[in-house]
């Protein structure tokens, strides 16, 4: 078991997987319960996690998103759906437009550290057809697909890539 900041330094997207390994159905599960122990607005949970298993689905969110070969390729598809409905009765318009988006990015961020930490790799897919992924995944409109996460043993060990220095993304506010 990794400790939170290795597991941070270790999540790269993993865009290969094996193909002769399952992930078992207790570490998908603790992946699950990670992504719904994440912080929420007034703890609605405003969201929805769709497990995709299915090769034929996972080959149908592949199209929906931009023929992305790995949400094939991966064993399983983490599809994260923000509820805005949900958080407007409590928050209104803030947060039917940013709370539910931010509930459910939170818990796609929470799934994929904990990916890293039961030994599994992962990719973040943002780039999708949303129309198209409500569709495949028989969701009704009131959704909004927020993320796509592959899951599955990688077949790879992708290189680090660099980030930006701190001193260009950190501004300290000290007045």
């Known amino acids: 078991m ?5 597991t941070i330094r270790y999540r790269h997207s993993v865009r290969s997987y094996r193909t002769d390994l399952p992930v078992e159905p207790e570490k998908l599960h603790a992946v699950l ?3 719904c122990a994440a912080p929420s607005a007034g703890d609605l949970q405003s969201y929805r996690i769709v497990v995709v298993q299915s090769q034929a689905v996972r080959d149908a969110l592949r199209r929906a998103a ?3 070969a790995f949400l094939s390729e991966s064993p399983v598809c983490l599809a994260f759906c923000a ?10 318009a803030r947060g039917a437009g940013l709370y539910a988006l931010q509930d459910a990015t939170i818990a796609a961020a929470y799934a994929q550290l904990a ?5 599994l790799g992962s990719t973040w897919v943002g780039y999708f057809d ?3 992924v409500l569709k495949v995944l028989e969701l009704a409109d009131g959704y909004v697909p927020v993320a796509l996460l592959s899951i599955g043993y990688p077949a790879e060990l992708p290189e680090p890539t660099a ?5 260009e993304v950190v501004l300290y506010h000290n007045h």
């Open 2 to 6: 990794l400790d939170l900041f290795s």
């Open 33 to 35: 319960e990670a992504a």
């Open 66 to 68: 931009n023929d992305q």
């Open 83 to 92: 509820d805005p409905a949900r958080s407007a009765t409590r928050f209104g």
């Open 115 to 119: 990916i890293v930490a039961a030994g």
């Open 130 to 132: 949303e129309a198209e």
């Open 163 to 167: 980030r930006r220095p701190l001193s």
